[in-house]
T-cell receptor, first 111, second 118 residues
Framework: EDKVVQSPLSLVVHEGDTVTLNCSYE??????LLWYKQEKKAPTFLFML????IEKKSGRLSSILDKKELSSILNITATQTGDSAIYLC???????????FGKGTKLSVKP | ETGVTQTPRHLVMGMTNKKSLKCEQH?????MYWYKQSAKKPLELMFV???????ENNSVPSRFSPECPNSSHLFLHLHTLQPEDSALYLC?????????????????FGNGTRLTVT
């Protein structure tokens, strides 16, 4: 069975901390891995990763894929209260080729 | 605004009611999706339409009935729902239904309809 597992499920940090969110997967026909941020409404796209070892970066956020370990991490440096959200990992692949989501990591950043 | 608009934002309905959720995208995309998001569960794909044709029905009960009159609009008709159907229903779109031959693209999501069935 195809699956995407995110850890931790929830995390509380203080402003200025650095956090690392994990996503591991077991899926046939893996094609790409995506990260989304959801703040009580529409999930918004962050990154799409297809190649192992190539870091994608946007401001304080960065992500990298490790196909050998079947995993990806999302790093957030110098966290701010506005980073509080649920971070969703999803990937394209599986028997039907659709986007498969993990349960998400709920990040709370305290002032 | 995300380019994908969903109405209503909130909906409370009894188990015998009939209601519809509406989704409209202004991105010029050709594929549209319905997802269900329940507490502590991953997003579940319900239906996919590609160029107005339904291409996926993910074993969804018949009390959920989708309709796609054109590539910009998607509806989800609801009737005789159960309390366990209470959830956030998200609409999404993409340039085309992704596949290995065409490459992948991110889905663009609407803000969702928060449905409560009483």
């Amino acid at each position: 069975e195809d699956k995407v597992v995110q850890s931790p499920l929830s995390l509380v940090v203080h402003e200025g901390d650095t956090v690392t969110l994990n996503c591991s997967y077991e899926v046939t026909n893996f094609r790409s891995l995506l990260w989304y941020k959801q703040e009580k409404k529409a999930p918004t796209f962050l990154f799409m990763l297809t190649s192992s070892g190539i870091e994608k970066k946007s401001g304080r956020l960065s992500s990298i894929l490790d196909k050998k370990e079947l995993s990806s991490i999302l790093n957030i440096t110098a966290t701010q209260t506005g980073d509080s959200a649920i971070y969703l990992c999803a990937l394209y692949g599986g028997s039907q080729g659709n986007l498969i989501f993990g349960k998400g990591t709920k990040l709370s950043v305290k002032p | 605004e995300t380019g994908v608009t969903q109405t209503p934002r909130h909906l409370v309905m009894g188990m015998t009611n009939k209601k519809s959720l509406k989704c409209e995208q202004h991105l010029g995309h050709n594929a549209m999706y319905w997802y269900k998001q329940s507490a502590k569960k991953p997003l579940e794909l319900m239906f996919v339409y590609n160029f107005k044709e339904q291409t996926e029905n993910n074993s969804v009960p018949s009390r959920f009935s989708p309709e796609c009159p054109n590539s910009s609009h998607l509806f989800l008709h609801l009737h005789t729902l159960q309390p366990e159907d209470s959830a956030l229903y998200l609409c999404a779109s993409s340039p085309y239904q992704t596949g290995a031959s065409l490459g992948d693209s991110p889905l663009h999501f609407g803000n969702g309809t928060r449905l409560t069935v009483t």
